[in-house]
């Protein structure tokens, strides 16, 4: 089934206000939408039902002792066709399965870094495969990379 075309709707999960701002301008300046962001997953949870983001990225350490791993299994709940992707400053911590999410970004990323990922996520999520390499700044989960790869 293929994804809407761009822009793409995007949530973002970070509990560092600076960085959650960052990536957002990111997000925009890539041509596409912040419909939401939350620090923790109750924040997440507040979130209205009918948001359905194309995208969230979403990171392992959130706030009020929260995880990204729980977020990621709480966005497969609600929005199915989202497409997660971690942003860690520890790739170790996401499990082997990827808890059902895409990939991960590799915290510190560069400006560069998160908009190649975007630009190649937009292609996977919006016409897949990718038609272009994926970038050093994405690490796509072995199943979902696979599903490209076939």
Known sequence: MKRPVPPLSVLIVEDEALLAMDIEAMVEDCGHVVVGAAASLYDVEALADDLRPDLA?????LAQGT????????IRL?????????????PRKVPD?????????????????LMAAMHYIKEGVCDPPPTSSSPSSFVASPAFAASWDS
């Open 57 to 61: 990225f979403v990171d392992m350490q």
């Open 67 to 74: 995880n990204g791993l729980d977020v990621c299994r709480l």
């Open 78 to 90: 609600r929005w199915a066709e989202t497409f997660i992707v971690f942003v860690t400053a520890n």
């Open 97 to 113: 399965d990827y808890c059902g999410g895409h990939g991960v970004i590799p915290k510190p990323f560069s400006r560069n870094g």
